[in-house]
């Protein structure tokens, strides 16, 4: 373990939403990889047992209105980590905890990880390559890749954006400006289930048309009502 950063310099913030089936094995999954690390569940109003499931599993949990930006905002602001990363529900690291903090040894401002999809599916292995040759170019991760921030960078920036939709993009593209991202190269695996349920050609389209609209200026209100119709 590097000198100078403990594994309880580490904080996971995870924000949830009707989350039963895959928030326990995620909690225990982290506690058995990084132990010593801050556990932290931040429930946007579950309406099933997500925040039960949840609360003997971490230090805190915490109640936020829904929304991926305002619930990860209170979490970060309650972590007590030197580092604050931030995980879906449905994503699990791979890195080991020695590894990581190998990484985080260099003092990087902030960074992410490669993504890895469950999908078993040889397409699923093009959509990754893409995914993540796309966020090293342009130094914009998305929330399935794990992105962590110094607790004093994520305080000096005021967090992600209060918007509904591309809290991720604009946090990222905020975040660039301060310093280079560290690209972590073992990736999280993370759930394909969005490709396998609509299709995986629509789905990228769909992904695709809300980046560019995103770009030219749609609202990430108006971006919201058409990414969560379905």
């Given amino acids: 373990m590097p000198p100078g950063l403990p ?3 580490l904080s996971f913030v995870i924000p949830v939403l009707n989350e039963q089936e895959v928030i326990v094995p995620l909690l225990k999954d982290l506690r058995a990889r990084y132990p010593g690390s801050e556990l932290i569940v931040v429930d946007g109003g579950s309406t099933d ?11 805190q ?42 990484y985080l ?20 292995r093009v959509i990754e ?8 170019i342009t130094q914009v991760a998305t929330g399935d890749q794990m992105i962590f921030v110094r607790k004093s960078v994520f305080e000096q920036t005021a967090g992600f954006d209060a918007i509904p939709l591309m809290e991720d ?16 190269n073992e990736p999280v695996a993370t759930s394909s289930r969005r490709w396998e349920v609509h299709g995986v050609v629509p789905t ?27």
């Fill in 169 to 184: 993009v604009a946090y990222c593209k905020r975040l660039r400006q301060l310093a280079p991202p560290l690209v972590i």
């Fill in 129 to 136: 390559w893409f995914m993540n040759q796309r966020s090293r």
């Fill in 105 to 124: 040894a260099k003092v990087p401002q902030w960074g992410f990880c490669r993504v890895q999809l469950s999908g078993t599916s040889r397409v699923f």
């Fill in 204 to 230: 990228v389209v769909r992904m695709w048309l809300l980046r560019l609209a995103y770009f030219i200026g749609v609202s990430p209100g108006t971006l919201a009502r058409h990414y969560y119709d379905r």
């Fill in 49 to 59: 047992q997500s925040a039960a499931l949840a609360r003997p599993l971490c230090e």
């Fill in 7 to 9: 594994a309880n310099h």
């Fill in 61 to 102: 949990l915490l109640s936020a209105p829904a929304g991926r930006a305002l619930q990860m905002n209170a979490g970060g602001q309650s972590a007590s980590g030197e580092y604050v990363l931030f995980l879906h529900a449905d994503t699990l690291p791979q890195i080991t905890s020695g590894r990581l903090l190998d």
